[in-house]
Nanobody, 116 residues
Framework: QVQLVESGGGLVQPGGSLRLSCAAS????????MGWYRQAPGKQRELVAA???????NYADSVKGRFTISRDNAKNTASLEMNSLEPEDTAVYYC??????????WGQGTQVTVSS
């Protein structure tokens, strides 16, 4: 059974930082590209950051220079370090694993709220 479990969300003031983690099980983690998506109320889900199995990264323009995605293949985890958070970053953040043969899995999401 495949599971992606996100953690690390919460309430933070503008300018603050959070670190999200995604723990994966039931997949050969190292061959999967990992991504973080977010969905704000009334908006479509959007890609925030992604990292390939080889470690290449890409980011949404809105988070470049503030967010960093990483992965630890030994621990089957992917992380998203978020700095200089803005109210516009408020959303539910989802972990995604994208693998061979079109397999794709999602976590249940974790809420991030940026507010004073």
């Amino acid at each position: 059974q495949v599971q992606l479990v996100e953690s690390g969300g919460g309430l933070v003031q503008p300018g603050g930082s959070l670190r999200l983690s995604c723990a994966a099980s039931g997949i050969v983690f190292r061959v999967y590209a990992m991504g973080w998506y977010r969905q704000a109320p009334g908006k479509q889900r959007e890609l925030v950051a992604a990292i390939t199995s080889g470690g290449s990264t890409n980011y949404a323009d809105s988070v470049k220079g503030r967010f960093t995605i990483s992965r630890d293949n030994a621990k089957n985890t992917a992380s998203l370090e978020m700095n200089s958070l803005e109210p516009e970053d408020t959303a539910v953040y989802y972990c995604n694993a994208d693998g061979p043969m079109g397999w794709s899995y999602w976590g249940q999401g974790t809420q991030v709220t940026v507010s004073s």
